[in-house]
């Protein structure tokens, strides 16, 4: 494991050395915790000042905020202990940092998973899943009573966690300042999402090149291994200047917490580049950050304002990120068996041999709906001249706008009429279905006819006796039904038609 360097974490007022806790008579407050000292600490003995056990949390209310989602959830139903410890590894939720989560090691040898950490006023509270037979209360008075010890570990998963955590956090500094020096561009907020990109908020959309000018810069420290630490001293709170304001009202980054209660002001110094105060857990050295920007900015419209989203990724989190980018880029070339490279031109290709391929169908499907329509009208002219034409003629066809295409021969058939090469009265009716019948295919119906009327009662026909949903104006009706379609719904037809006088 990497050591911290001594002149990491630097204290500049001496009465904070005091408020370092290695006794069982006080905490070490948040600001001064182990984790804040040396980030790449991952065990401490530590003991216990007090332990309660922890009242269920309340149903959230409402919308989730995105702390929440970040935050891991308390199980339900499983007692949850309280315990608060003269100091420890494991940082408290804070400055945008999720917290952090990983195990106890009480004297008889037994893991208690910590679930998470919060800041109450000055002070770490770890929330730990009760484990073991006795009961909850019995586990604070065996294991946890004041004066005890214990040990505090973030164990592989919690470590995992953290670094990601705080190679992102650190990023975000790194990031923000450049922003602010390079292109005057305050952020405004950031988020540490729980995967994915992280972002920082700005108030304005940035270029291609500004984005790569802010890249080349952050990598050109990083490559630098540019040093970053800690300083930190008494917090005087009249001394801290208030959070600055853009034009349009909207607080430019966050202050320190109103309800903070530790007493410590803490600052976080990235050498030559960036001085800000902040309680989160910062790698020692930007070495190995490798920070990496998406070359775009999404605007956000919020009331008044715009802003606008830097999304950055750094170190584990960016080789997964990358790793699932690729493996998505080489699944689509497997697909077009074609090499990466040539997935742009190959996608585009598909697109406009799709365009090409629907308007052929489209064509097509216009010529075969003219063809059915001069069939039926000179069926029309032969079987019944000056009386009334009946027909049913019934489809099968798998397209979604199977309708489209009855309306389509509907269309030539007024076409043919308009010509006057079709004078006979008439009443069909159009009807198309899936070619694999299933309960849940959808059929549907299209009426026409040269009278209004008798479209109207072949229609109130097809609702009353077969349940078609539909209606229509004029010389046409059109409908839909669930089911299959079966030679019984085709009788059913035949018989309204041959009513109809
Ligand atoms: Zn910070």
Same mark, same amino acid.
């Given at each position: 494991m990497v050591a911290t360097e001594p002149e990491y974490h630097r204290i500049l007022s001496e009465p904070l050395r005091s408020w370092i806790s290695d006794s069982a008579d006080y905490s070490t407050p #948040?600001?001064?915790?182990?984790?804040?000292?040396?980030?790449?600490?991952?065990?401490?003995?530590?003991?216990?000042?007090?332990?309660?056990?922890?009242?269920?949390?309340?149903?959230?209310?409402?919308?989730?905020?995105?702390?929440? !989602?970040?935050?891991?959830?308390?199980?339900?139903? $499983?007692?949850?202990? +309280? #315990? /608060?410890l003269s100091d420890t590894v494991l940082f408290p939720e804070g400055g945008g940092q999720p917290t952090d989560t990983g195990i106890f090691r009480t004297q008889d040898g037994s893991v208690w998973p910590v679930l998470k950490v919060l800041r109450q006023g000055g002070t770490a509270v770890h929330y730990v899943q009760h484990v073991g037979d006795q009961t909850p209360e019995e586990a604070l008075q065996k294991y946890f009573a004041a004066g005890v010890k214990i040990e505090v570990e973030l164990d592989n998963g919690g470590w995992e966690r953290r670094t990601?955590?705080?190679?992102?956090?650190?990023?975000?500094?790194?990031?923000?300042?450049?922003?602010?020096?390079?292109?005057?561009?305050?952020?405004?907020?950031?988020?540490?999402?729980?995967?994915?990109?992280?972002? #920082?908020? /700005?108030?304005?959309?940035?270029?291609?090149?500004? /984005?790569?000018?802010?890249?080349? +810069?952050?990598? =050109?420290?990083?490559f630098e291994g540019t040093k970053v630490h800690i300083e930190v001293q008494e917090l005087d709170r009249t001394a801290i200047a208030p959070v600055e304001k853009t034009e349009n009202g909207r607080a430019v980054g966050r202050g320190l917490p109103e309800d903070y209660t530790g007493g410590v002001h803490r600052v976080v110094h990235i050498a030559g580049v960036d001085i800000n105060p902040c309680c989160g857990t910062h790698l020692p050295s930007l070495n190995n950050l490798q920070l990496f920007i998406l070359p775009h900015t999404d605007a956000l419209s919020r009331?008044?304002?715009?802003?606008? =989203?830097?999304?950055? *990724?750094?170190?584990?989190? *960016?080789?997964?990120?990358?790793?699932?980018?690729?493996?998505?880029?080489?699944?689509?070339?497997?697909? *077009?068996?074609?090499?990466?490279?040539? $997935?742009?031109?190959? !996608?585009?290709?598909? #697109?406009?041999?799709?365009?090409?391929?629907?308007? =052929?169908?489209?064509?097509?499907?216009?010529?075969?709906?003219?063809f059915i329509a001069t069939e039926i009208s000179s069926e029309m002219d032969k079987t019944s001249p000056g009386g009334l034409f009946r027909k049913h003629v019934h489809r099968l066809d798998d397209s979604p706008s199977a309708l489209a295409f009855l309306t389509a021969i509907a269309s030539a058939l007024a076409d043919l009429a308009a010509k006057s090469s079709l004078k006979q009265s008439y009443i069909l009716v159009l009807s198309s279905s899936p070619s694999s019948p299933a309960l849940t295919g959808t059929n549907v119906v299209l009426v026409l006819g040269s009278d209004d009327a008798r479209v109207k009662i072949v229609g109130d026909g097809l609702k009353s006796t077969l349940g078609v949903k539909g209606g229509g104006k004029g010389s046409?009706?059109?409908?839909?039904? $669930?089911?299959?379609?079966?030679?019984?719904?085709?009788? $059913?037809? +035949? +018989? /309204?038609?041959e009513k109809v006088s």
């Open positions: #948040v600001g001064l915790l182990a984790c804040q000292r040396n980030p790449l600490l991952r065990k401490n003995t530590a003991f216990v000042i007090s332990s309660t056990l922890s009242a269920p949390p309340p149903p959230p209310k409402g919308k989730q905020n995105k702390k929440s !989602v970040i935050a891991p959830t308390l199980p339900t139903g $499983v007692p949850v202990l +309280e #315990v /608060i990601d955590h705080m190679t992102l956090h650190t990023s975000q500094h790194l990031l923000s300042a450049l922003l602010d020096t390079k292109l005057q561009l305050p952020t405004l907020s950031w988020s540490l999402t729980s995967s994915g990109p992280c972002y #920082v908020e /700005i108030p304005r959309g940035m270029t291609t090149e500004e /984005i790569l000018m802010i890249q080349n +810069e952050a990598n =050109r420290l990083v009331s008044a304002t715009t802003v606008a =989203r830097l999304y950055f *990724l750094a170190g584990p989190r *960016l080789i997964n990120h990358l790793t699932s980018t690729h493996n998505s880029l080489a699944s689509t070339a497997a697909l *077009l068996s074609c090499g990466l490279p040539q $997935v742009p031109e190959r !996608v585009a290709q598909v #697109v406009d041999d799709r365009k090409s391929v629907t308007k =052929r169908s489209e064509d097509l499907e216009l010529e075969l709906a003219k046409r009706w059109s409908g839909k039904l $669930v089911g299959t379609w079966k030679a019984k719904e085709d009788a $059913v037809v +035949e +018989e /309204i038609l």
